[in-house]
T-cell receptor, first 112, second 111 residues
């Protein structure tokens, strides 16, 4: 099966600019996650979707981050405006209910 | 919420030696414990997992043990090879849903 696809692979922006990341999960995976991985740390959950509904967004900084999953398939994560501390790798993962997570290769964001 | 601590943060071994990475978790409701390997520039990849109704699981050179009473679990890699060099993450979750990750162990296997 094809893996989780993410784009772009890299993005460099200046602080206060906006940026968007895209994720296409594995076909048939109803659950989609966005994780933030700061250098030297483990991934931290930002938001979890079940089909096109939000299950958990308690760790999402909602004043600047937003995410959507239209039609229960692809998802986008947006940051506006970006801060220096948002520099990280943004990982998308998908899974079937009760099954392990499958991760994409992430988008590395650098905010200057 | 769940909190996962992972030790050591770095581990260097000679090729052929064994490597052990340990994790503790805080939420007794967690019942699924996956281990991921992350290579440079890639996302974490599942290498082995264990559920709370099992004390030990083995897959070739990799094994995981779980002590529910003490709330800790460990990854054991035997006969290490240079290609085992990577960052390893443990995680804890309820019913294989959203996972709380440790901060990773950088394993270096020296030839």
């Amino acid at each position: 099966e094809a893996g989780v696809a993410q784009s772009p692979r890299y993005k460099i922006i200046e602080k206060r600019q906006s940026v968007a990341f895209w994720c296409n999960p594995i076909s048939g995976h109803a659950t989609l996650y966005w994780y933030q991985q700061i250098l030297g740390q483990g991934p931290k959950l930002l938001i979890q979707f079940q089909n096109n509904g939000v299950v958990d967004d308690s760790q999402l900084p909602k004043d600047r981050f937003s995410a959507e999953r239209l039609k229960g398939v692809d998802s986008t994560l947006k940051i506006q405006p970006a801060k220096l501390e948002d520099s990280a790798v943004y990982l998308c993962a998908s899974s079937r209910l009760g099954s392990p997570l499958h991760f994409g290769n992430g988008t590395r964001l650098t905010v200057t | 919420g769940e909190n996962v601590e992972q030790h050591p943060s770095t581990l260097s071994v000679q090729e052929g030696d064994s490597a052990v990475i340990k994790c503790t978790y805080s939420d007794s409701a967690s019942n699924y414990f996956p281990w991921y390997k992350q290579e440079l520039g890639k996302g974490p990849q599942l290498i082995i997992d264990i559920r709370s109704n099992v004390g030990e699981k083995k897959d070739q050179r990799i094994a995981v043990t779980l002590n529910k009473t003490a709330k800790h679990f460990s990854l054991h890699i035997t006969e290490t090879q240079p290609e085992d060099s990577a960052v390893y993450f443990c995680a804890a979750t309820y019913n294989a849903g959203k996972s709380t990750f440790g901060d990773g162990t950088t394993l270096t296997v020296k030839p």
